[in-house]
């Protein structure tokens, strides 16, 4: 406690980029320019947890709570997404390695077992949390991932969206099937691949940003009109 009251004490936090609540409980996190997650709760005017201890070379963009509400996602400058486990300090978990981008975009599966994330270029990987294997490569955007949604509670579909002005509808149940049957290396997945890709949505010139299922399973997408 001494040593985060010194990090707060000689600090000045510079440029809040991101605010999320975790699903339970009253705690948040923040990011900012000047490359540190900070965990806060609403009863509190000083973040209880600083990450890293002295922080990243960049701004982190990124940031996702697990479903359990015990870990967090976060997004880097060197194409890396990090996991840490909020209920220790300075408590990094995982270092997911894989992107040549910077990532736009990321997503845990509503069980909590996998995590999507996408990047400028349109690449997409699906990740095996527990084993930080690349599962799946997603072969199809062009551009930015802007969006990743899964279906609500059960998680067996996946909604991704793009600045290429296409939502792709993939079939997570047997994206996960595959992995677990084959038990290999990451493979390349496609339209072609054992109905992996289910649908591809066009939209008339306008690049969606934002996508959201409701609670009854009904798809909200936010686009910029040029």
Not at 85 to 92: D, P, R, T, W
Not at 154 to 174: A, E, K, P, V, Y
């Amino acid at each position: 406690m001494v040593k985060l009251h010194n990090q707060l004490k000689n600090r000045s936090f510079i440029g809040f980029i991101l605010v999320i609540f975790a699903s339970f409980g009253e705690i948040f996190a923040s990011s900012g320019m000047d490359g540190l997650i900070c965990l806060w709760t609403i009863d509190r005017i000083h973040p209880y947890r600083i990450y890293p201890e002295y922080g990243h070379s960049g701004p982190i963009n990124l940031l996702e709570f697990h479903p359990n509400s015990n870990y967090l996602a976060s997004t880097h400058n060197d194409h890396t997404i990090h996991l840490w486990n909020i209920h220790h300090e300075n408590s990094l978990v995982r270092i997911f390695n894989g992107h040549r981008h910077q990532i736009s975009s990321l997503k845990f599966s509503p069980n909590g077992h996998f995590l999507v994330s996408g990047c400028w270029n349109g690449e997409i990987i699906f990740w095996d949390i527990q084993n930080n294997l690349q599962i799946a490569h997603l072969a199809l955007h062009k551009q930015a991932i802007s969006s990743i949604e899964f279906s609500p509670s059960t998680g067996t579909l996946l909604l991704i969206s793009s600045l290429d002005q296409t939502i792709s509808l993939w079939n997570c149940f047997m994206i996960t099937k595959i992995y677990e049957d084959k038990l290999a290396d990451t493979f390349q997945m496609n339209s072609s691949t054992n109905k992996i890709l289910l649908n591809v949505f066009q939209t008339k010139n306008i690049p969606i940003i934002y996508l959201k299922f409701s609670k009854e399973n009904i798809l909200y997408a936010l686009g910029i009109n040029s």
